[in-house]
């Protein structure tokens, strides 16, 4: 099968922004990254992307792939349902070069939430305990990889990227649900804030987007409530 | 050029319309003011209304009205409810088809009506 390939190409130094165009035999059993790795390998070596495990587990090859948000690594051609396929660098944050942005405004939302576990009280002798209805409270959160996936898909972070975003929601949904963790004040704190849960408009781009299928905006929405009733 | 799916076309479309409604609602206020300056400006105001311009204002009126009220319905759903979130994209079909549906019918009644 021949597929199009449309690559975003970027050069901070000129500014020069383009598409270059690729056409490939492909299998449509082969994924987005596989082609990519190919056109690197064999047609232009100077194409710059991310990459690390290549298989949907560290989150680095999130990048925009015929208009949504996803996984180089996990989308197959076939899925594409297209012949023609465009690759585009996340959207809302700084592109560096080509494929590859400057993931800062990201890792600042998360930090801003504290994305650790901040305990209740001292270590206890023995484990500390939880039940099996406690830990489903939050297991949908806990199986982010922070791609960026789905904090760069949100309109509300393309025109503010002080906005704590999604990701960083769904971090802070995993920790202030866990029944053992005590830091829920310091996280509302910038949870509920005028870059925080309220710039959520429920647009469900984020829950679209994830390559884990993490219900995200529902995961926002629990937050919300929880900061109304909590604070 | 992000592709829009129905949470994005419905965000969007609830700004447009919501703007939309307060820009009515100071031009109604500006309107009213008008005709309160007495018999001849109450009828030249009057007379204004029933022009196509305004006639086919207001029909997209009512598709505004219908559809932002609808769609706060299924957000303020999502705001209270689990069920709700988990059922996005059928609420968002079921605004579309309801506030269509609403709006191609009254929408016909209000243009069939004697201006």
């Known amino acids: ?231 | 050029m992000y592709k829009i799916k129905e949470g994005m076309l419905s965000w969007i479309l609830h700004r447009v319309t919501g703007v939309s409604i307060v820009g009515f609602l100071i031009f109604h206020i500006w309107g009213m003011s008008q005709m309160s300056k007495g018999p001849d400006a109450f009828n030249a105001v009057v007379e204004a209304y029933k022009t196509p311009l305004f006639r086919v204002g207001e029909v997209l009126l009512l598709g505004a009205i219908l559809f932002h009220g609808f769609n706060g319905i299924r957000l303020i759903l999502g705001e209270f409810t689990a069920w709700a979130m988990e059922r996005n994209k059928l609420l968002a079909y079921l605004v579309y088809i309801f506030a269509g549906a609403l709006f191609l019918i009254g929408g016909l009644i209000m243009w069939r009506a004697e201006g």
């Open chain 1, 1 to 231: 099968m021949e597929v199009t390939v449309d690559i975003y190409r970027y050069d901070q130094e000129t500014g020069a922004a383009r598409f270059d165009r690729f056409v490939k035999e492909v299998d449509p059993k082969d994924r987005v990254l596989d082609v990519m790795m190919d056109i690197k390998d064999y047609d232009d070596g100077t194409i710059a992307f991310r990459k690390s495990c290549g298989h949907g587990v560290c989150g680095s090859d999130a990048m925009q792939i015929n208009g949504i948000n996803r996984l180089a690594c996990q989308t197959l051609i076939q899925d594409l349902k297209s012949r023609s396929i465009r690759i585009e660098p996340l959207k809302g944050m700084k592109v560096l070069r080509d494929l590859i942005v400057d993931m800062d405004p990201f890792f600042t939302g998360l930090e801003r939430i504290k994305p650790y576990f901040i305990p209740k009280e001292s270590a206890p002798v023995t484990e500390r305990r939880q039940s099996i209805a406690e830990r489903a409270l939050f297991d949908d959160t806990t199986k982010c990889i922070m791609c960026g996936a789905c904090t760069s898909s949100c309109p509300s972070f393309w025109t503010n990227d002080a906005y704590v975003g999604p990701a960083a929601f769904v971090k802070a949904h995993r920790f202030i649900m866990d029944s053992r963790d005590g830091g829920n004040d310091q996280r509302l704190e910038a949870l509920d804030d005028k870059d925080g849960l309220w710039r959520c408009h429920s647009i469900f781009n984020c829950t679209d987007a994830c390559p884990r299928d993490i219900q995200i905006t529902k995961a926002i929405g629990e937050l919300k409530r929880y900061t109304v009733v909590h604070r």
